[in-house]
Nanobody
Framework: QVHLVESGGGLVQAGGSLRLSCLVS????????VAWFRQAPGKERHFVGY??????IYANSVKGRFIIFRDFAKSTVYLQLNSLKPEDSATYYC?????????????????WGRGTQVTVSS
């Protein structure tokens, strides 16, 4: 069983930065691909990015502003959010899976955290 716990969300002004963390427990082979999604109230869950075999892939909407990286020693995957905009406000979820399914599709992922809220004020 794999468990994911997100942290690091909060309130920030537009243009600011936050670093989200996703602490993962369980067999490493069960969570080789880790993704971040976000969901605003009343909207669908959207892909933000994922990291697999050390390579990060990003949604176009965040490319150049967000960075995903992992620390194996800490079993943690990070999402660095820079140049934040009000439209980045959402609950951010990390998800993990061992499979080779499409990384940008929520159904690819077996394991999910409960999310952390990010609010960007204008």
């Amino acid at each position: 069983q794999v468990h994911l716990v997100e942290s690091g969300g909060g309130l920030v002004q537009a243009g600011g930065s936050l670093r989200l963390s996703c602490l993962v427990s369980g067999r490493t082979t069960d969570w080789s691909k880790v993704a971040w999604f976000r969901q605003a109230p009343g909207k669908e869950r959207h892909f933000v990015g994922y990291i697999w075999s050390g390579v990060p892939i990003y949604a176009n909407s965040v490319k150049g502003r967000f960075i995903i990286f992992r620390d194996f020693a800490k079993s943690t995957v990070y999402l660095q959010l820079n140049s934040l905009k009000p439209e980045d406000s959402a609950t951010y979820y990390c998800a993990a899976d061992a499979g080779a399914g499409p990384g940008s599709v929520p159904s690819t992922y077996t394991y999910w955290g409960r999310g952390t809220q990010v609010t960007v004020s204008s």
